[in-house]
């Protein structure tokens, strides 16, 4: 494919500018995580046998940092499994991921599994960073068909506010890296390789069975464009739209099923008569069960209460039971200071929809199923206000509603920055509208003829892979307001995550 070829400078410095910044907060987490004592969270932290060796030690200071808050659990179940009920609200394709790899890397000096772990989860995690950022690169120019726009939120993906969260052992990076692949392979046509991305993302995080809408709705719109370009006969009708419907039917069952065969896992291991396990649970584990509440697989006691629900799901149980996640329960007073840390994501994500709605208000009321006079022509509008662009921005405005008022709301960022590119394409779009260092096909300034720090000169007018984020930061001076705020937003909360998550304190 040539978009992966070596001829494309574009793709080449996003790979590049990826690897770099994951190299750079690995620096950092690490750094800070020896410089700042870590915080005494009520969180989980399961008891690790002995002490270990200097290498394990020494891997404990480098990626300690990773394992922090919800990568506890993930590390936990990629060593031992689904052995306490609450570890279930964390799918299992990332275990999964880290556990094989740990396991086929050969290890020159010996190693405890968490150190095994932690160092695949940053070795993992890289790879699929860098994979994510080349995925929204080809998206981004299938859909918005502007390179230079696709090109820069690529490059702000890499400095993604839930840029820890990409780096950490959380399941975000294999998400996104599947999602952003599927989106791709749907706008190219290649429905069915789409539907299997979608499947596989739907078993890394829950919010991937959202992704269902994609499939149904470029159906839905392949559909409905036929039928105004070309009408077939009315006795075909209802022939076409059962085949519609069953296509449709088909491919939300496959990105359904994974979510579903583990809810099933679930209820076999939790519910199912005398679960045996392949060893005895360690004791210092059971009394932190007992301590904290938590209900252990195999060691009897009353039945959950999910176990007898008409369609059992462990997943929404948990988020209920253990985490109080569901409609305003977040609304309270004491909880202002998360709504503020949401605050920048919420308005950014806000103003993106509102933007798209009154650029094409006809076309938002039709559901983007009219067949306008200008694509019949081949003269669409394209960038991020462009037609294609009307489901990623519906998307994005489902998860906003949803996550602002049914879930804690400070997860708001990584929610929508590893779920959507909306967040990278409009702000990709604000900085090319309104900052004047992007103008420039030149090497010069052309608002104050002082030459532009960070740009090459054979890059000029050429399209090649000039990298204007590093362009922006190294002129930080001369840019707006606007331009300011955006990149404070993206480069505060990447450095931000890395301080205080790395060290157990609170954040998003």
């Known amino acids: 494919m040539e978009l992966w070829g070596r001829a494309d400078p574009q793709l080449r410095e996003v790979v590049w500018f990826s690897l770099r910044c994951r190299a750079l907060a690995l620096l950092l987490q690490a750094m800070f995580n020896v410089l700042i ?4 969270a009520d969180a989980f932290s399961p008891p690790r046998p002995g002490a270990g060796g200097p290498w394990d030690a020494l891997l404990e200071r480098l990626l300690g940092g990773l394992g922090r808050w919800d990568a506890e659990h993930f590390l936990f179940i990629a060593e031992r499994g689904y052995l ?6 964390f799918l299992p394709l990332f275990p999964l991921g880290l556990r094989a790899l740990a ?17 695949a989860a940053a070795l993992l995690n890289t790879l699929l960073s860098a994979l994510a950022a080349a995925a929204l690169l080809a998206l981004g120019r299938t859909v918005l068909r502007r390179p230079r726009r696709a090109f820069l939120a690529a490059l702000l993906f890499s400095l993604s506010p839930a840029g820890v969260f990409m780096a950490a052992a959380y399941s975000e990076s294999l998400f996104t890296c599947l999602a952003l692949g599927a989106m791709w392979q749907l706008e190219k046509g290649h429905g069915w390789l789409a539907t299997l991305l979608f499947s596989l993302a739907s078993g890394a995080r829950a919010n991937g069975l959202v992704n269902a809408g994609f499939l149904l709705y470029a159906r839905g719109k392949r559909f409905a464009l036929q039928l105004q370009v070309a009408p077939p006969p009315l006795r075909k009708l209802p022939l076409l739209v059962l085949r519609l419907a069953s296509l449709a039917a088909l491919m939300c069952a496959g990105v359904f099923l994974p979510f579903a065969l583990f809810q099933y896992y679930a209820y076999l291991r939790f ?13 210092p584990l059971l009394q932190l069960a007992r301590d904290k509440g938590y209900r252990v697989v195999g060691t009897g006691g009353a039945e959950p209460p999910w176990c007898s629900q008409r369609f059992p799901v462990v997943y929404s149980y948990i988020q209920d039971t253990y985490w109080n996640v569901g409609f305003l329960r977040y609304f309270e007073l004491r909880q202002i200071p998360n709504f503020l840390l949401a605050l920048p994501v919420a308005l950014l994500s806000s103003w993106a929809a509102w933007t798209y709605i009154s650029t094409n208000p006809r076309h938002c009321l039709t559901l983007g199923l009219e067949r306008r006079r200008s694509e019949e022509k081949g003269k669409a509008r394209d960038g991020f206000c462009g037609p294609a662009a009307f489901v990623y921005v519906v998307h ?7 996550g602002f008022f049914c879930m804690h709301v400070q997860v708001l960022t990584r929610f929508l920055g590893s779920s959507s590119p909306i967040l990278y394409w409009f702000s990709a779009h604000l900085l090319q509208e309104h900052e004047p260092l992007l103008w420039s096909t030149g090497t010069d300034n052309p608002t104050s003829g002082k030459p532009l720090r960070g740009k090459s000169p054979s890059s000029c007018g050429k399209g090649t892979s000039d990298n204007p984020v590093v362009r922006l930061l190294l002129n930080w001076r001369s840019l707006t307001p606007l331009s300011k705020s955006i990149l404070g937003f993206f ?10 998550h790395c060290n157990f304190l609170p954040w998003t």
């Open 37 to 40: 004592p870590d915080h005494a």
């Open 271 to 283: 519910c199912g008569p005398g679960t045996e396990l392949g060893q005895p649970i360690p004791e």
């Open 84 to 89: 306490l009920e609450h570890n279930c609200a």
């Open 103 to 119: 396991g086929l890397l050969a290890w020159p000096v010996p190693l405890q599994p968490r150190s095994r772990l932690l160092l």
């Open 396 to 402: 994005s405005s489902a998860l906003l509603v949803f």
């Open 491 to 500: 480069l505060g909360y990447w450095l931000l995550g890395l301080i205080l």
